[in-house]
């Protein structure tokens, strides 16, 4: 059973920084992928960023490049995304999702990802 938990958000000022964790469990394939989504309220989930784990390729939405960055740890089978020059627009709910086949096109896509976990809180305020 594929489990993925998130963990890290909170209230931070803008141009602050956050990394989210994301801890998936029966879910060592060599692919695959880890992917993050945020929903704001009244607007729709987006894609922010995926890590493929076939190659290592990293996507990223428009809106968060050079500012985030995926990585991961295959020791502690954790995801993370490090979140820098926050912006309040930046404040939603984050979801960790793991797709058991990620087709690279659709690597943002929410449809694509299998397992989600159940989201932790980013507030970008002062």
């Known amino acids: 059973q594929v489990q993925v938990v998130e963990s890290g958000g909170g209230l931070v000022q803008p141009g602050g920084s956050l990394r989210l964790s994301c801890a998936a469990s029966?879910?060592?394939?060599?692919?695959?992928?880890i992917g993050w989504f945020r929903q704001a309220p009244g607007k729709e989930r987006e894609g922010v960023s995926c890590?493929?784990?076939?190659?290592?390729?990293?996507y990223y939405a428009d809106s968060v490049k050079g500012r985030f960055t995926i990585s991961r740890d295959n020791v502690k089978n954790t995801v993370y995304l490090q979140m820098n020059s926050l912006k309040p627009e930046d404040t939603a709910v984050y979801y960790c999702?793991?797709?058991?086949?990620?087709?690279?096109?659709?690597?943002?896509?929410?449809?694509?990802?299998?397992?989600w976990g159940q989201g932790t809180q980013v507030t970008v305020s002062s």
């Open positions: 999702a793991a797709a058991l086949l990620l087709h690279p096109i659709r690597a943002l896509i929410g449809k694509e990802y299998d397992y």
């Open positions: 029966g879910f060592t394939r060599d692919y695959g992928a």
């Open positions: 890590i493929d784990f076939k190659d290592g390729s990293l």
